[in-house]
């Protein structure tokens, strides 16, 4: 069975940080990407950033670039994501996402990713 489980999210105030895990099963983790993504109320999915075994440059968005940090932990199937001087803008349900890829780059788009994990809330209080 695929899993992807978040966690570590929380209340945070303005300027904080707080660290993601999304913790994988079921599936060769080395032929999949990660994705990080976020949903505010009323808004659309986003990704947030993105990072894979075929190609050593992580992406972010350009609205988190500088601040949050992706990582990998291969041995423990386990994607981290490091959310540093947190915003009020970055409150959001944070999923992880995975896609089956083998190439350089990333993609973006929700629809092309596999599986998705079930979410974490992420709250920055000003």
């Known amino acids: 069975e695929v899993q992807l489980v978040e966690s570590g999210g929380g209340l945070v105030q303005v300027g904080g940080s707080l660290r993601l895990s999304c913790a994988a099963s079921?599936?060769?983790?080395?032929?999949?990407?990660i994705g990080w993504f976020r949903q505010a109320p009323g808004k659309e999915r986003e990704g947030v950033s993105f990072?894979?075994?075929?190609?050593?440059?992580?992406y972010y968005a350009d609205s988190v670039k500088g601040r949050f940090t992706i990582s990998s932990d291969n041995a423990k199937n386990t994607v981290y994501l490091r959310m540093n001087s947190l915003k009020p803008e970055d409150t959001a349900v944070y999923y992880c996402?995975?896609?089956?890829?083998?190439?350089?780059?990333?993609?973006?788009?929700?629809?092309?990713?596999?599986?998705w994990g079930q979410g974490t809330q992420v709250t920055v209080s000003s």
């Open positions: 996402a995975a896609v089956e890829w083998s190439w350089y780059g990333t993609t973006w788009p929700p629809r092309d990713y596999d599986y």
């Open positions: 990072i894979s075994n075929s190609d050593d440059t992580p």
């Open positions: 079921g599936f060769t983790f080395d032929d999949y990407a």
